[in-house]
């Protein structure tokens, strides 16, 4: 078939499609049904956060945050007041303590539950993606419990939290907690060892570790791909120090690892959250800041293990209620940065799988 | 089968039509148009209510699935829901391309629709209810179901579209890689018949449930698992709904249809859905052959079973890749569908059958 | 390797080119110079003793008399965190890229030539992403850049 002319052709998927979970563009030139070169096009999402924190007074940035990353919008909260508390040398009271590491792993756990649904859908199962939201529900329920808030909490403050939890709090997540791990068995059993799943995962979409090291990719894609780092380990924030967890490492950097180590953080998640429920001191939830927040002189680069991977804040203050620079880096950005590099050679269907097993949230990426 | 439960058949209603229209004082010729007219009208008319009926059944099945409920508002389970989303669909606008080839364009819905509809002609619905007992029957309906590639090709092209043009593409390719194992599953039938109508074929099929061919063949169920897989993918259904695969192709081929055109595509899948699902009952379960019950009764019962299995299929299954999915059909099924007609061929040759 | 001993450890080895500010909390916080950047970089990427083979961040900052550049990055194999920054002047900014030693820089310094305005030598793919293709209304992020009212919309 040699005389038959053929000619590459570029397909946009995007902005506004099923599988880039957002407004993401991506550009794909295409011989037939194979990728050949992608390029993302981002920014249909750009809020200016970064500008708008400029003008804000440090509390009033918490707000703006959240919709920096709305899937786990616990961890954006906790990561700026880290910084804020870093910058001012703020004790965080222990009571406040546990409550951010219980509600930061209820809403990874939240977060993969979405992975677990979106990565499945996007493969053409859509019951799997009912599934995860199913139980989504039982945490957000809890964050409603706690804070009045489904989506975007506000709820880990400079200095601790803005509420104390519930009575009923504690009983109903332990419960929670149960309903989830006796579920992580059905997910699992509906798809890894699911043929067609296999076959649409393994080996697809390989990224090797020096260049997910290379490329800035953190979180579950890093330790996919056998690089052993989690911040909450080796770089130790808020109290992950006291509790009793492993790190989950795969091997081989493909979609399947990728899955596979995303329902494994969910198990380890619930230890931590149990045993952070066993430990909770009475006490204060926050320390006292005064509304008029003012930080010394400085700057900080604050870092948290966010369900996507590193997600890091960089405050300048030049000692005035306002930062002087605020700027957020999520784990999304270099995540959706290293995918033309080892998402191409495949099938359309393969981008799609690659795309969905990173977990891109866009909004991280535009800012 | 008792007297009275034998009235039920609706064969007899054709025959009272008939006679009416006798009684009126048309001549013979006429009154054949007319009653096959009727007939036409109301095969027609039937077929459209049940692919509303199963796209509503569709969406509760996949809604006890995933455990919630599904539509619920409208009327009873919301059994009249896809009655008002065909009303909405018949009053939007009918967005067009600006660049759209006009003729290829506007022709692929109707050659799908009627496609779809064509292969009810032959179809045994019951004892005699059948529109018109071709001897070539099931090379009939295998010829007729085929258009509605054309049908997704003119759309993919027509609708000037990359992602369009690419699911025409991969159906066609689909289709014409499965036609391959599904004729040689239909053919192993086909050897032990000795006919190719489908009232013969029911009509060997009569007796006791052993007798349907799934039990009857010597590899009867392979011989029904390469059909069903093959008209899995005949009828565009997850796992090997790629030509229109949602999170690849946004919509595949009927990605710039909207309105009227996108109903009767949307129809026309589910028609084509139940076509395969009553093929597989005609030829593996006896067809309209059952006890008790009025025939058409055991006809749809059954189909209904096997069009529940496509569904759980769809909800259980991820999607197939469009490479995967040309491997499986040439790398298996091809080989499976083809060693089994042969060693069957050999056994009915040497009378090792009952 | 604590804090401590990392502070210890740069000021011996790399004194010459990373000074230390007492501005940075939490992590070490360094000065290098603007024009050695990439091999100060390479010099602690390729370092056996701390490895940092890891970029985190890139920000760059307004400071309204100058533009800052601060490069946050880690060390995965020896589990570091450090910082360091240089100034630039106001007019005609320009700083050298540092994607041979870490290539997740690309985005970031593409982020900052697009909303602060300074140049970036040797970017392989020097094009606008955030902003629309056909800006042409300042450096947003530039502290003195004043929101227009209206902002004109490609056309298309």
């Known amino acids: ?367 | 089968m008792s007297d009275n439960l034998g009235n039920l058949e609706l064969i007899h209603v054709f025959y009272w039509l008939k006679e009416l229209l006798l009684s009126t004082g048309l001549g013979e010729p006429y009154v054949t148009i007319v009653s096959y007219v009727v007939l036409g009208a109301v095969t027609f008319g039937v077929l459209a209510l049940l692919a509303l009926f199963l796209v509503w059944w569709e969406r509760k099945i996949a809604a006890h699935i995933q455990q919630r409920f599904g539509p619920m508002r409208t009327g009873w389970h919301g059994w009249y829901q896809t009655i008002m989303d065909a009303v909405k669909l018949l009053q939007k606008e009918d967005v067009r391309v600006d660049k759209r080839d006009k003729f290829v364009f506007f022709w692929a819905p109707v050659v799908c629709f009627v496609a779809a509809f064509l292969a009810y002609v032959v179809m045994p619905f019951g004892n005699q209810l059948i529109v018109a007992d071709l001897s070539i029957g099931i090379l009939y309906v295998l010829a007729v179901t085929t258009f509605t590639v054309i049908s997704l090709l003119m759309a993919g092209w027509g609708s000037n579209n990359k992602y369009a043009l690419l699911g025409g593409m991969r159906s066609a390719a689909q289709v014409v890689s499965y036609e391959v194992p599904m004729v040689a599953a239909i053919l192993t039938v086909i050897v032990y018949v000795g006919s190719l109508s489908m009232v013969d074929i029911v009509e060997a099929q009569s007796g006791l449930f052993i007798n349907w061919f799934i039990f009857k063949l010597p590899f009867g169920p392979i011989a029904f698992i390469v059909y069903i897989i093959a008209a899995t993918a005949e009828a565009n259904r997850v796992p090997f709904d790629i030509p229109e695969a949602e999170q690849e192709l946004v919509a595949g081929f009927n990605i710039e249809y909207s309105g009227m055109k996108f109903a009767m595509f949307f129809l026309a899948e589910f028609v084509n859905m139940f076509t395969v699902s009553a093929i597989a009952v005609t030829l593996f379960f006896g067809g309209w052959n059952g006890v008790f019950l009025p025939s058409w009764v055991w006809f749809l019962g059954k189909t209904f079973l096997v069009v529940l299995l496509l569904m759980m299929f769809r909800w259980t299954y991820p999607r197939l890749r469009v490479d995967q999915l040309m491997e499986f059909a040439w790398k298996f099924l091809v080989p499976l569908a083809f060693a089994n007609l042969i060693l069957g061929s050999i056994m009915k040759y040497l009378g090792w059958y009952w | 390797m604590t804090k401590e001993e990392l502070r210890s450890y740069i000021d011996s080895t790399f004194g010459s080119q990373l000074k230390a500010l007492d501005t940075g909390r939490h992590d070490p916080m360094y000065e290098i110079e603007p024009q050695n950047l990439v091999k100060t970089c390479q010099a602690l990427c390729d370092d056996e003793k701390v490895k940092f083979n890891f970029l985190c961040n890139i920000s760059a900052v307004d400071t309204t008399e100058k533009f800052e550049v601060v490069y946050s990055i880690a060390s995965l194999p020896n589990k570091l965190r450090l910082d360091f920054k240089f100034s630039l002047p106001y007019e005609n900014a320009e700083i050298d890229s540092v994607q041979e030693v870490w290539s997740g820089a690309n985005w970031h310094e593409r982020e900052i030539w697009e909303l602060y305005g300074i140049n970036i030598r040797n970017h392989d793919n020097l094009t606008r992403f955030l902003l629309p293709d056909d800006w042409d209304q300042g450096f947003p992020m530039r502290k003195d850049w004043d929101a227009p009212d209206f902002i004109r919309l490609p056309e298309k």
């Open chain 1, 1 to 367: 078939m040699g005389k038959l002319k053929t000619e590459e052709f570029v397909v946009n998927m995007g902005p506004v499609h099923p599988a880039t979970h957002g407004v993401c563009r991506l550009m794909l030139t295409m011989d037939g049904e194979k990728v050949v070169k992608i390029e993302p096009v981002i920014g249909y999402l750009h809020r200016a956060i970064e500008k708008v924190c400029e003008n804000r007074t440090y509390p009033q940035c918490i707000p703006m945050m959240d919709r920096f990353e709305y899937v786990t919008s616990m961890s954006t909260n906790q990561v700026f007041s880290q910084a804020c508390e870093r910058l001012a040398e703020i004790e965080v009271p222990e009571r406040a303590e546990y409550l951010r590491v219980i509600m930061l792993e209820l809403n990874r756990i939240a977060s993969h539950l979405i992975f677990y649904g979106t990565t499945a859908m996007d493969m053409g199962a859509l019951t799997p993606f009912l599934y995860g939201l199913r139980e989504r529900e039982l945490i957000i329920d809890l964050f409603e419990m706690t804070c009045g808030q489904r989506l975007t909490y506000n709820y880990i403050r400079i200095g601790g939290v803005s509420k104390d939890i519930p009575k009923e709090f504690i009983p109903k997540c332990r419960e929670a907690l149960d309903i989830i791990e006796g579920k992580l068995v059905d997910y699992e059993g509906l798809l890894n060892e699911n043929p067609i799943w296999l076959i649409r995962t393994k080996g697809i979409g390989h990224l090797p570790a020096e260049l997910a090291t290379s490329f800035g990719v953190s979180g579950p894609v890093l330790r996919a791909s056998g690089v052993d780092y989690d911040i909450r380990r080796d770089d130790p924030y808020s109290i992950y120090d006291r509790f009793d967890w492993k790190v989950a490492v795969c091997q081989n950097g493909d979609c399947y690892d990728r899955y596979l180590l995303r329902l494994e953080e969910i198990r380890q998640s619930i230890s931590i959250v149990r045993q952070a429920l066993d430990g909770l001191p009475e006490g204060n939830i926050k320390a006292k800041v005064s509304p008029k927040f003012k930080p010394p002189v400085g700057e900080v680069y604050s870092r948290i293990e966010n369900s996507r991977g590193e997600m890091g804040v960089y405050i300048q203050s030049d000692g005035t209620t306002k930062p002087l620079r605020v700027k957020c880096r999520g784990g999304s950005y270099n995540q959706l940065q290293a995918l033309p590099y080892f998402g191409t050679g495949g099938l359309v269907a393969d981008l799609v799988a690659i795309f969905a097993t990173l977990d891109v949230i866009l909004p991280e990426v535009d800012r």
